[in-house]
């Protein structure tokens, strides 16, 4: 059996914890921006730069678009590359293998790959570039048609093939692909690079068998494949023992999780589990699918105080109309029931939401049930996007196309709504205190910032030096609609 690594690990325990550069904030989840300039990796569109391990050998540079799956993989991607001999650079001029880790969830984040590529067409000599993750699986092979100095093309169904595909590259292989799909394996590495020294995040399932008419996922990434439940926890186990706190459970759905060992656990039996591994003090999941939401996971919540009080569940529209057209497998009713079992968790639970504008056929009146929803649900934050057709989805050739300025108009009315809400909830939070994981700090040291475990992101003044990886207590003095300013109370 493999052995298993994680790397980039300093010992988190103990006073003054030295974190180099390569934490970042809680990435999709992570709501909106903060007060202070966090000296923290960004989450979409950012590199994975960490400082070199080595002077010498072969040098690569990874950068990464998307999700934190995206984000997750790319750790697992530099761990293959450096069981292999390879040194992460910190600039792309500077690496013999140059690596994009792509999302093509929207148009947007394609045309901005398509466009670091146009950057190596006359300075491409000598280097390996390639293109991995969901772009990588959309566009195939197309990609050597509009980018002939890539080398390698694998989407992340494949990525178990990378270290075969790079050691055909490292033999004079001109191109290499890894496009299928017919995968019933998880993406398991001998070595894990990890960017957040303070949340690790495990990824429990991969690929999605849901088949909404919006979304690439299911064709970029697969059908579904959970991990068995012991490879989960023997990961947890090692990344408790090496200091780590946090947990962040992955998946596009993540609570559709199903053990394939014997054990045959469900997702709520999974996330009792890693709770209850000694030394981790908080465990998030994201993302969640409505359908498979049960009341029993608001229970395990309540029990169980490792479980973090958040949960994101994504509507994105409150028309069951339109739910409908979205194949998204719910009514607006249906899941409004599962926010009221959140609601009434004994704990204050936090609810955070994806919402899409602008799907074709849209009506006024679908478009104000969604403000409607956004009035009861009351959502601590949103992810609002405008529908954009992405090719081999049904929803491409649907009719009735919402025009650009009508999709920018409601997105600015949702958006508007969202933060009238936001500022209204996060008042009534002045006066009181939380616990927050500290993870970043002004580059001045006065001033720090850290997660609570509803998510809330708190920036506070603090007379204490070295709190980075500290949990403390932070008495909230200020809101805004996104974050929140306080002090340490020692
Ligand atoms: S549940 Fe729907 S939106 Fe989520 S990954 Fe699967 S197909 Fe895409």
């Known amino acids: 059996m493999a052995k298993t690594f994680d790397v980039g690990i300093e010992s988190l325990r103990g006073n003054g914890v030295a974190l180099p550069v390569a934490h970042q904030a809680a990435g999709?989840?992570?709501?909106?921006?903060?007060?202070?300039?966090?000296?923290?990796r960004g989450g979409r569109g950012s590199e994975v730069?960490?400082?070199?391990?080595?002077?010498?050998g072969k040098s690569f540079f990874l950068e990464t678009f998307g999700c934190q799956m995206n984000d997750h993989d790319s750790e697992k991607v530099a761990g293959v590359l450096q069981g292999r001999g390879y040194h992460a650079v910190e600039s792309p001029a500077l690496a013999d293998l140059v690596l994009y880790n792509t999302c093509s969830i929207r148009e947007k984040a394609a045309q901005k790959v398509f466009a670091r590529l146009g950057d190596w067409k006359t300075l491409a000599d000598g280097k390996i570039i390639g293109v991995l993750g969901?772009?990588?699986?959309?566009?195939?092979?197309?990609?050597?048609?509009?980018?002939?100095?890539?080398?390698?093309?694998?989407?992340s169904a494949s990525y178990r093939k990378l270290p075969e595909l790079i050691a055909q590259l490292e033999s004079g292989g001109r191109r290499?692909?890894?496009?299928?799909?017919?995968?019933?394996?998880?993406?398991?590495?001998?070595?894990?690079?990890?960017?957040?020294?303070?949340?690790?995040y495990i990824t429990i399932i991969e690929g999605c068998d849901y088949a909404c008419s919006y979304c690439v996922v299911p064709h970029t990434r697969g059908p579904e494949r959970s991990r068995a439940s012991e490879a989960v926890l023997a990961e947890a186990r090692r990344l408790a023992g090496a200091g780590y706190t946090e947990i962040q459970l992955l998946g596009q759905t993540v609570n559709s999780y199903r053990d394939p060992s014997p054990r045959g656990w469900k997702f709520v039996d999974l996330l009792r589990a890693v709770a209850a591994v000694p030394g981790i003090r908080r465990v998030r999941f994201t993302t969640s699918h409505p359908n498979d939401f049960h009341r029993e996971i608001v229970e395990a919540i309540d029990e169980v105080s490792e479980?973090?009080?958040?949960?994101?569940?994504?509507?994105?529209?409150?028309?069951?109309?339109?739910?409908?057209?979205?194949?998204?497998?719910?009514?607006?009713?249906?899941?409004?029931?599962?926010i009221e079992w959140i609601r009434a968790a004994r704990r204050p639970i936090s609810i955070t939401s994806?919402?899409?504008?602008?799907?074709?056929?849209?009506?006024e009146a679908d478009f104000a049930e969604t403000l409607s929803l956004l009035d009861t649900a009351k959502y601590d934050a949103i992810f609002s996007f405008k529908y954009s057709p992405r090719p081999n989805t049904s929803a491409m050739h649907l009719p009735d196309a919402i025009p650009e300025e009508e999709k920018s108009r409601r997105l600015a009315v949702l958006n508007e709504r969202q933060?009238?809400?936001?500022?209204?909830a996060n008042e009534k939070l002045v006066g009181q205190s939380y616990e927050v994981l500290v993870d970043g700090c002004h580059p001045a040291r006065t001033q720090w910032g850290g997660r609570t475990s509803c998510n809330r992101l708190i920036n506070f003044t603090s007379p204490h030096v070295n709190l980075l990886g500290e949990y403390v207590q932070v008495k909230v003095t200020r809101a805004g609609p996104n974050s929140f300013a306080g002090e340490h109370v020692t």
């Open 419 to 424: 933060r009238a809400i936001q500022i209204a």
């Open 134 to 155: 969901c772009l990588a699986q959309q566009e195939g092979e197309e990609i050597f048609e509009r980018a002939p100095w890539v080398s390698l093309v694998c989407g």
């Open 307 to 338: 479980l973090c009080d958040h949960v994101h569940l994504p509507v994105q529209s409150g028309s069951t109309r339109v739910l409908r057209e979205m194949l998204r497998t719910y009514t607006r009713e249906e899941y409004l029931q599962k």
């Open 28 to 40: 999709r989840q992570a709501g909106a921006g903060g007060l202070l300039p966090l000296p923290l």
């Open 176 to 200: 290499v692909t890894g496009l299928d799909l017919d995968t019933d394996e998880t993406f398991e590495t001998e070595i894990t690079r990890r960017d957040n020294l303070l949340r690790a």
């Open 354 to 363: 994806d919402i899409i504008v602008g799907f074709p056929g849209e009506t």
């Open 49 to 56: 730069a960490v400082a070199p391990t080595a002077t010498a």
